[in-house]
């Protein structure tokens, strides 16, 4: 085989591979909405990256729940805001309740 053969070979081979589709890797990279059971029956999108503790309280703000609520992530209670993540990241699993104070 000639040099000249050669070339026209790998050329050829490379002209049959496929290009990647643009719009399929742009799909992958945006991050995907993430639901909060806002209780009530209601559920809210919110984005991956967002704040979390500022998140909820404009959560509980637009529930009307009066300032006393519960954030629930991944199936257990958050106490304090300072023992939240920083940041909501995708594959959370968040709820926030209504927290009604007895006896006040």
Do not use: C
Not at 4 to 17: K, L, M, P, S, W
Not at 24 to 30: D, F, G, I, P, T
Not at 44 to 56: D, I, K
Not at 75 to 87: F, H, L, Y
Request: hydrophobic share 35%.
């Amino acid at each position: 085989m000639t040099p000249d053969e050669v070339n026209e070979e790998v050329g050829n081979a490379e002209a049959d591979e496929p290009e990647p589709r643009a719009w399929a890797e742009e799909q992958r990279a945006q991050p995907q909405p993430i639901h909060v059971d806002a209780g009530r029956g209601q559920t809210v999108e919110v984005q991956a990256g967002a704040p979390f503790a500022e998140t909820m309280e404009r959560l509980a703000s637009d529930a009307h729940y009066g300032g006393f609520f519960r954030v629930f992530l991944n199936g257990s209670e958050v106490i304090n805001p300072e023992d939240a993540p920083q940041t909501i990241e995708q594959g959370m699993r968040i709820a926030i309740t209504s927290y009604d104070k007895v006896g006040k």
